[in-house]
């Protein structure tokens, strides 16, 4: 019994995954809203978007109905786009920043259509159409402003390129966030100095956290049930609402 429940300690399942993604957002939005000043709110958020940058992965590889997921998707990303607005642009209508789920769906898209030319082309047509299939997601998100713009996209064809827990999925997993998350997207950083030798910790960096607790899933799904899956799309929009709405009352 002792050693089933050490196991299950190291095993966290998708449900876990899912609030612990959902608390890191918290932060960084309440950051971005009522609580400006507290910086390490939004360093500790950037663990929350690889961690649903892995879900969406393991939401594609196991949906039962790819056009629902992509149709639930798209409705939370249309309901959340005002809310988003206000948090990010403080109006209504901002059209030079779009929420988070636009840039799932376009990572969606990128990866059905990989899988529908592997199922009917030779090896050589899916390597050429993953990479320019990839190339032309990033560059989508790039000019449609998406947040995290092409390389939040990126980092979703991370999980998706290495899925699986093979030696080799795990070092590609580390290797494509550390230069996506230091080299891309790594532009403010603290300095520290450590036995005479300054470093540079990009806050960005962070994010390569978030691979901890994504390592220790082991496919378990957890809780689950209907009011808890739409309790999750709902989290987004509405937590952003109700933090604009007392950043409003505040100020």
């Known amino acids: 019994m002792e050693n089933l429940e050490k196991r299950r300690f190291f ?45 969406l992965t393991e939401g594609y590889f196991h949906t039962h109905n790819f056009k629902k997921y992509m149709l639930r998707l798209l409705f939370f990303a249309v309901i959340s786009e005002i809310p988003f607005n206000l948090m990010y642009g403080g109006q209504a209508i901002y059209i030079f920043h779009q929420n988070v789920l636009w840039s799932f769906l376009i990572s969606l898209s990128g990866m059905w259509f990989i899988d529908h030319i592997k199922k009917h082309g030779k090896p050589w047509l899916t390597v050429l ?19 995290y713009y092409g390389a939040g996209i990126l980092m979703v064809f991370v999980f998706y390129l290495f ?18 998350n230091v080299h891309l997207l790594g532009t403010m950083y603290y300095t520290a100095h450590i ?20 390592w220790l899933y082991k496919g378990r799904q957890g809780y689950h049930s209907k009011a808890f899956k739409y309790f999750c799309y709902a989290f987004y929009p509405a937590h952003i609402f109700i933090l604009v709405l007392a950043a409003y009352l505040i100020g």
């Open 129 to 147: 159409t993953a990479a320019l299939t990839i190339l032309l997601c990033a560059v989508a998100g790039q000019l449609l402003m998406v947040d």
């Open 11 to 55: 095993d966290v399942s998708s449900a876990a995954l899912h609030i612990m993604a959902m608390f890191f957002m918290l932060l960084d939005h309440a950051w971005a809203t009522v609580v400006p000043g507290a910086e390490w709110m939004t360093s500790v958020g950037r663990i929350a978007f690889p961690i649903f940058a892995f879900l």
């Open 195 to 214: 036995f005479g030798l300054e470093l540079h910790l990009y806050q960005q960096g962070l994010a390569i956290l978030a691979l901890i607790p994504i």
């Open 163 to 180: 899925h699986g827990r093979k030696w080799w999925c795990i070092l590609g997993q580390l290797a494509g966030m550390y230069f996506i």
